[in-house]
């Protein structure tokens, strides 16, 4: 067995056992002095049993409870920072892309993560963005670098993130405030406050631990006054109608418009039956109210923009939990039973986005009715209009505001029974997992309104409607109207999941030093996806069967519901790795890990160029690592080498035969032309990941703690693939991977000191500093002189924080100024919602655009107080 290293316990150590905060209580401050200048252990739970993070053979990056308190973390994206194999992309407050090691193809709701979030047992990773969990109360959080499968699944592609919560404790009584207060010239105020109380209901048997915690994020963007576009930024004037660009936003005009609220809590009572079995049933919500996302336009204004319409996002999950713990002699059990709910909904203005279509396709054709009797015909001028769908306002050539809404529900169960043995030759571990999970939403698409809060719809003026019900009127050969209809396009999507697994993994301890660990899971997913589009529809004319398939609507009228379309895969995930820990705290391994992501069913509708189904792809890792303790536990030097081969690996878009058939008097082509329009997922071919991961933490003395650790990548394509069945490839090789930097560093110095203030109190002051380099919005390398929607670089951005404060005996207080400098990061441009194509003449715009990012330079305080034993 390979020995363990002789890390200190520190004052993390004692703060995680006792569940406390950094620095709050006496007994930490009398071990903190009795231990400066040695590093922190950090016991982790990574591989399902408990161990030292510096004794595993896999790349995992731990952050206490001290060290998140320490700068400042409240979300995901503020400890990413200082993570180098993460990038997170932050859209809102409430919710983010996780990326590891650079594996994403592009932005999307369709395809699953490649990464994976866990709070505590429960995998809350679902499509799209994840929610951002609060850190209040956290242990630590686990930062699993690679592909995962054999221990977390299929979401587990190419990492996991793992956040911990602090268990209930049936020793102490012990109550916590934590709060905190900040502003900035750019933002309005900002708090954020919570309470912990952890009660012993039964002495060391019973205690509950209840978590409740208000955080308000004051808004950094303001949507100022402007009109809707009225000239394309790309072919020119006299493209968009004469009457576009008569409209304002005086109605939605608002300082700080994107602030946010979030409001949570969790309840986790444990019961310790015996010396052999405890249980722990738990509870957690959290709800998020924000207004509009991050974004602001840099052809407006620094942090400014011009919408249309007020944008909201709501965001809000529960999970309960059940966890079974025993000692069953010779072998320790675990059954962690869960069920996860998520609710998301967002309003958000498109009127860019419907004017540019109306622009390039609501208008007169040459030919008149007499010539084409069978095409919808403008009565204002007698000539045939092509693509009416289009025309949202009352003319052919007339303003109008847009908005579109999405109401989104995940729901998922889990259970998992494990059973693990730690012996003195062979550690070993074998379980089963079941998860049965729904992916629903419900989306309105861009319907006209009067803009402002976008409650006063006027599609039923439109001339869109005026075509839908001449089509279905003569379709049936019944005058047909849809008083209801809110837009001309509402889709609706739900996807069942169904999965089991088979897992384990084993460690022979071949001598002292050298471990082999072999190990592997084995997939059967199934899923069945139903989809509809209804041209026209809404929100409140949900079931009514206004599809222009006649089979279609016929089977929806026959059986009530929508059909489904099913798939299955299946799959065994392989793991080996040789360990060798060296006698003077040095351990060296070698990795090979699969991750899988499982394929699934395309929302096929017509006959379109890409297939039905797309397949899972495979994510190869050979990984090479070493850790190292130097300067008696005062230093720590990680390294970690790694190749990986992503094979099939899926991309997101919308399927080409969407496009509108060159001859106007051709309808559709099969997979070529005038198919349904449809965002499906693809398999493109294969791609590589080549990086360095360095990590050193140095304590030379009892006052100073410094570190630092970076990242080297390379993400790039391999293969060629065409996109749009021209024949002209559009991937080639060597295209890097999209929002990846190919650099990534952080680094920080703290500072400690003793002073003489109603007796002695401990001082600090920390800076921390990280570095983005510049990153790709989208994979595909379209141009930004004729595409609406190009290829832009996100600019690199450096961000730096310095906090300063003092600690007594069970209180602490600091004050801080977070980026330091106002750096405006780049997180990724907007893609898909063609602003770059528009321009407003009438507002001296040359073009829109919509960047992603972080918030302004602020100045703030913090107060934490403790009571208990």
């Not at 109380?197 to 004051?218: C, H, M, Q, S, W």
């Not at 303001?222 to 000239?231: A, I, R, S, W």
Request: some cysteine; proline content about 5%; charged content about 20%.
């Amino acid at each position: 067995m390979q020995e363990s290293y002789g890390l200190a316990v520190t004052p993390v150590a004692a703060a995680v056992a006792a569940a406390l905060y950094p620095g709050l209580t006496t007994q930490a401050q009398e071990t903190q002095t009795a231990t400066r200048g040695v590093l922190e252990e950090i016991v982790v739970s990574a591989r399902k049993r408990t161990e030292s993070a510096q004794d595993i053979p896999i790349a995992i990056q731990a952050l206490s409870q001290d060290t998140l308190a320490a700068m400042g973390a409240k979300a995901m994206e503020d400890y990413a920072r200082f993570i180098p194999s993460v990038n997170v992309v932050t859209y809102s407050n409430s919710s983010s892309v996780v990326v590891f090691r650079g594996a994403i193809t592009g932005a999307g709701y369709i395809a699953q993560s490649t990464s994976s979030v866990y709070l505590d047992e429960i995998s809350i990773t679902t499509t799209g963005a994840q929610p951002s969990v609060r850190m209040v109360d956290i242990e630590r959080v686990e930062a699993l670098s690679g592909p995962q499968g054999t221990l977390y699944g299929s979401d587990a592609q190419a990492g996991t993130m793992r956040v911990v919560t602090n268990k209930p404790n049936p020793s102490i009584f012990e109550s916590v405030f934590d709060g905190e207060v900040r502003a900035g010239p750019d933002s309005d105020l900002s708090y954020r406050g919570s309470l912990v109380f952890n009660i012993p209901l039964i002495e060391d048997k019973l205690a509950l631990r209840v978590v409740g915690y208000n955080d308000k994020d004051g808004g950094f963007i303001d949507n100022v006054f402007g009109h809707t576009p009225d000239e394309s930024a790309i072919q020119g004037p006299g493209f968009y109608p004469a009457g576009f660009g008569t409209l304002d936003n005086s109605a939605a005009v608002e300082d700080r418009w994107n602030d946010s609220e979030t409001i949570g809590g969790r309840a986790s009572l444990r019961w310790d039956i015996n010396d052999d079995w405890s249980t722990t049933v738990s509870i957690a919500g959290q709800d998020s109210d924000s207004g509009a996302d991050n974004h602001y336009d840099p052809y407006v204004g620094d942090l400014k923009t011009v919408r249309f319409h007020d944008e909201w996002t709501t965001d809000k999950f529960s999970l309960y939990s059940l966890t079974i713990e025993g000692d069953l002699g010779f072998a320790q059990l675990v059954s962690a039973t869960s069920y996860y709910e998520r609710k998301h909904n967002y309003q958000v203005d498109s009127t860019t986005y419907a004017h540019y279509w109306a622009a390039s396709y609501c208008h007169d054709s040459a030919y008149t009715s007499a010539e084409l009797p069978y095409y919808w015909t403008n009565p204002d001028t007698g000539y045939v209009v092509f693509y009416p769908v289009y025309c949202h306002g009352t003319s052919v050539d007339s303003d109008f505001f847009n908005l579109s809404k999405l109401n989104a529900q995940q729901d998922k169960f889990t259970q998992e029974i494990r059973l693990s043995h730690q012996g003195d030759t062979l550690d070993w571990i074998v379980g089963l997992y079941y998860e049965d999970s729904l992916d629903a939403w419900q989306s309105s698409f861009a319907g006209p309104t009067t803009g402002g809060d976008g409650s006063v719809n006027v599609y039923q003026d439109s001339v869109s409607l005026n075509y839908w019900e001449w089509f279905f009127s003569d379709l049936y050969g019944t005058p047909v109207t849809y008083p209801d209809a809110t837009s001309h396009w509402h889709s609706e999507s739900r996807t069942d999941w169904e999965q089991k697994a088979v897992f384990g993994e084993a460690t022979w301890h071949i001598n002292d030093r050298l471990d082999l660990t072999v190990g592997g899971r084995y997939f059967d997913r199934s899923n069945t996806n139903r989809y509809v589009v209804r041209s026209p529809g809404g929100f409140n004319n949900v079931g009514e069967p206004s599809i222009n398939d006649p089979e279609l609507r016929d089977a929806i009228l026959a059986t009530g519901e929508v059909p489904g379309r099913t798939g299955r895969d299946k799959e065994f995930i392989p793991k080996v790795s040789l360990s060798y820990a060296f006698a003077d705290n040095r351990l060296m391994y070698g990795l090979y890990t699969r991750g899988k992501r499982p394929g699934g069913i395309n929302r096929t509708r017509g006959e379109p160029f890409f297939p039905a189904n797309y397949e899972s792809d495979l994510m190869d890792n050979y990984e090479v690592g070493y850790k190292s303790l130097f300067a008696e536990g005062a230093g720590r030097f990680n390294a970690t080498g790694y190749h990986m081969v992503w094979s099939d690996y899926q991309l997101e878009l919308v399927d080409p035969s969407s496009a509108v058939c060159e001859d106007p008097l051709v309808d559709a082509v099969p997979g070529v032309c005038g198919q349904p329009w449809q965002r499906v997922v693809a398999n493109a071919g294969e791609a590589h990941i080549t990086g360095l991961s360095v990590e050193l933490d140095y304590a030379p003395n009892a006052n100073w703690t410094l570190g630092m650790n970076a990242e080297f990548m390379q993400a790039e394509t391999d293969t060629e693939h065409d996109l749009n069945g021209d024949g002209i490839n559009n991937l080639v090789a060597g295209l890097r991977l999209p929002v990846v930097p190919k650099f990534k560093a952080s680094g920080w110095a703290e500072y400690h000191w003793p002073v003489q203030w109603n007796g002695q109190k401990d001082a600090f002051i920390r800076t921390q500093w990280s570095y983005t380099g510049d990153t790709l919005n989208i994979l595909e390398p379209l141009s930004a002189v004729d595409s609406p929607n190009p290829q832009f670089k996100n600019a690199a951005y450096t961000i730096g924080d310095i906090r300063a404060g003092l600690t007594g005996d069970d209180w602490e207080v600091s004050v801080f100024v977070n980026n330091v400098t106002d750096e405006r990061a780049q997180y990724t441009h907007a893609d898909g919602y063609f602003d770059w194509g528009a321009s407003s003449v009438a507002d001296g715009r040359e073009r829109i655009q919509n960047i992603y990012t972080n918030r302004p330079r602020e100045f703030g305080v913090r107060y934490t107080k403790r009571w208990g034993d």
